[in-house]
């Protein structure tokens, strides 16, 4: 941190701190959506709803002293074994109607799985039974074989470095460029400040149909990016290192941070920088854990636009492409299996999920940013 | 002459700059207060990388997908970009009379909005009321309708290539062979391939509208309900006079954001057929018209065409559904 001699107060401090904003997340989050999408609109409709609430809220509570004779007479009611086996019907039904719709919206996955493990004969075979969705355990050397054809023969784990490379220099590039940029519009009073803060808003809201086109034309013709292998990569990263949403959420959270601790570590002799790395962002940490959550998984979803920019792979040249790509050029490879192609989708599935699982809270958290892009 | 028209727009940004800069100072001495200069120069320091890439990457694509639309644009000869006014907008209207490749776009995107939308905010909907009780293992449940929503739309899209595969080893004919159908060619059948992009998208996509609408169940108070059911108020009508006009903000952004999503729809007919009239979207047409055939004017004259639209409609629902109240 920023003291060595620092006192066991100041460290408490510090971690209370650390608490607060935390917990204000879930809320900024969610304002913050509210308040970009439908701004003004939308305040007004949920204060009218709230209001319209604690109406009846009230009228509920008076009845509810004279009905409460009636709660009684309905609570006899329900020990009695005829409701009883009603409510087990219900359970009953409840959890089948939830099994169907579970499968109706798993069956494609375990489709998946089933058949990434099988070879073409074997696929062949199983079509039009039951076993469409059950995996091949009886030989287990071709049920790895797909995958290891996949991960190796065609070139997978490259495009999984690839994509992996792409969004860790995106993630800390976008961190750093946007969360400076928040970090000068939150804290520091300079002039010119509300002409920043009227761009900002305005990029949020104006709604602009597939500007991909020209930035294709900038990218390829402007800065010609895409002429060699070298500097390719570039045109991923630089367009997806800036997003003023990003900046926006940044702003927001880091106004919530007391000055004091800022004004404190200013006196300490700590620099503008010093303070934002090894304060703001420890403080931060969040907003900084949605925002790369959500650049990794734009990063590992995108396809169109590394397509576009990133040169067809070349026999015996490390390819460039990212991983959504990649599964193009699985699927339109010649003689690949069903097995094979199905073995290639799980593969480009499995750490989108893992980081569905681990980042659980950042994403609930983040959803409304994401709702933007879509 | 990209990089000119660069300069000329990131002059007239700093010139704005400037003007905002020299208001709050001359405002500041009125009052008698002072910037910190050293404060002003960091803040300008932090705000520098930012700025540049966001001019680059942001504010020129918008400058130029409004100035393409206007001119002769090839994508490969910027110097030789010509404006020609309205021509690139007449070339449009009359491809849409003669029926051509726009007029097909027009109608597949109409059809996937009409379809999608009501389907996947109506499966989101259900899900969410499904699920939004107190009862064990509904957790499971959330977990496996959010599933599909965790795999890519590339890979939704090849993963229902092979269940809509024509041969009768597909998933979908070998179902349909149990009761004798034939072999379908669901995806290249001109009536009902968009109706399948419609299906498996609302599919991939309704558990996260599933987690939007939950959120905003979660903030209803549950004593309303037990209120409205002393009243003897029905399920129904609880739904219709509590449920719903709480839920109304939650439902009025999920309607916007849907709409808006299921109207740039591309990734499916690109991966799934290709170039073909009973597919192709506006947003496809758009990204063949400016990449493919690198005719980048005109298909940037759609793209104004479409932003006008859209924003349009937007305005539309968000007055309809404020109105309601």
């Known amino acids: 941190m920023l003291d060595e001699n620092k006192t066991l107060d100041e460290q408490s401090a510090i971690e209370s701190t650390q608490a607060v904003p935390q917990e204000e997340t879930v809320e900024t989050v969610a304002t913050e959506e509210v308040a970009i999408q439908e701004k003004a609109v939308e305040t007004v409709a949920t204060q009218e709803v709230a209001i319209q609430e604690e109406a009846v809220a009230d009228a509920v509570e008076v009845e509810q002293f004279f009905s409460q004779e009636k709660e009684a ?5 329900e020990r009695s074994p005829n409701v009883k086996v009603r409510k087990c ?4 039904g409840y959890y089948t109607a939830g099994t169907i719709m579970s499968l109706i919206f798993l069956f494609p996955l375990l489709y998946m799985l089933a058949t990434s493990t099988k070879t073409e004969q074997q696929y062949a075979f ?30 997978m784990w490259q495009y999984t470095i690839n994509t992996i490379l792409y969004a ?77 949403f990003n900046i926006f959420l940044f702003m927001q959270f ?55 920019v990133l040169p067809y792979p070349e026999e015996g040249m490390w390819p460039l492409w990212n991983i ?24 480009a599935s499995v750490p989108i999920f893992i980081v569905y699982v681990v980042a659980q809270k950042y994403i609930v958290q983040g959803f409304g940013s994401a709702g933007l892009k879509m | 002459m990209l990089w000119l028209i660069t300069g000329i727009v990131a002059a007239a940004l700093f010139a704005a700059l400037m003007a905002v800069v020299i208001k709050d100072i001359v405002v500041a001495k009125k009052k008698k207060v002072r910037y910190g200069v050293r404060e002003s120069v960091s803040a300008y320091l932090l705000l520098a990388p930012a700025t540049i890439l966001a001019l680059i990457f942001v504010m020129l694509p918008i400058v130029y997908s409004l100035g393409y639309a206007f001119t002769d644009y090839y994508l490969l000869e910027p110097d030789y970009m010509q404006f020609i006014g309205f021509e690139n907008f007449i070339k449009i209207f009359e491809s849409i009379g003669k029926q051509g490749m726009i007029y097909h776009a027009i109608i597949n995107t109409l059809k996937f909005v009409v379809g999608v939308v009501p389907l996947q905010i109506g499966l989101a909907l259900g899900l969410a009321l499904f699920v939004n009780n107190k009862r064990k293992g509904t957790g499971i449940f959330k977990v496996c309708y959010f599933a599909p929503v ?49 299906l498996l998208s609302a599919w991939q996509g309704c558990g996260y509208q599933m987690l939007i609408f939950l959120s905003g169940l979660s903030n209803i108070r549950q004593d309303l309900y037990e209120a409205a059911s002393l009243d003897g108020a029905n399920k129904w009508q609880q739904f219709l006079h509590i449920t719903v006009p709480a839920l109304r903000s939650t439902f009025l952004f999920i309607v916007i954001t849907v709409f808006v999503g299921a109207s740039r729809v591309m990734v499916q007919p690109m991966l799934m057929t290709d170039e073909k009239p009973h597919t192709i979207t506006i947003s496809y047409w758009m990204y063949l018209e400016g990449y493919r ?19 349009a409609i937007t305005l539309v629902q968000r007055t309809v559904l404020r109105e309601k109240d």
Request: charged share 10%; proline share 5%.
């Open chain 1, 73 to 77: 007479v309905e609570k006899k009611a």
């Open chain 1, 89 to 92: 019907l219900k359970a009953i």
């Open chain 1, 126 to 155: 199983d079509a039009g039974s039951l076993m469409m969705f059950l995996p091949n355990v009886t030989d287990l050397a071709t049920a790895f074989g797909n995958y290891a054809n996949v991960i190796t023969g065609y070139g």
């Open chain 1, 168 to 244: 860790a220099v995106i993630i800390v590039l976008n961190i750093i460029i946007n969360g400076l940029a928040g970090y000068a519009m939150a804290k520091f009073n300079f002039p010119g400040k509300g002409f920043f803060s009227f761009i900002i808003l305005f990029l949020i809201v104006v709604p602009v149909e597939t500007s991909i086109i020209p930035l294709y034309s900038i990218v390829n013709q402007m800065l010609h990016l895409t002429d060699s292998n070298m500097t390719a990569p570039l045109a991923i990263i630089l367009p997806a290192s800036i997003s003023i």
């Open chain 1, 254 to 308: 880091f106004e919530g941070i007391p000055k004091e601790y800022e004004e404190a570590a200013r006196i300490d002799g700590a620099g503008t920088l010093r303070i934002f790395f090894s304060m703001i962002l420890p403080l931060s940490k969040p907003i900084v854990a949605t925002v790369a959550t959500f650049c990794f998984i734009g990063t590992w979803n995108d396809y169109v636009w590394p397509t576009m």
């Open chain 1, 324 to 347: 959504q790509a990649g599964l193009t050029s699985v699927k339109s490879a010649t003689g690949v299996t069903t097995g094979e192609i199905m073995a290639s989708l799980v593969v």
């Open chain 2, 150 to 198: 965790v795999i890519s739309l590339t890979i939704t899209a090849q993963l229902w290539l092979q269940i809509l595969s024509p041969s009768e080893t597909g998933l979908l004919n070998s179902i349909l062979g149990w009761f004798g159908v034939p072999p379908q060619d669901f995806i290249r059948n001109e009536e009902g391939a968009i109706w399948w992009i419609v």
């Open chain 2, 293 to 311: 055939y690198r005719e980048v004017g005109y298909s940037a004259a759609m793209a104004l065409l479409m932003t006008i639209v859209m924003g």
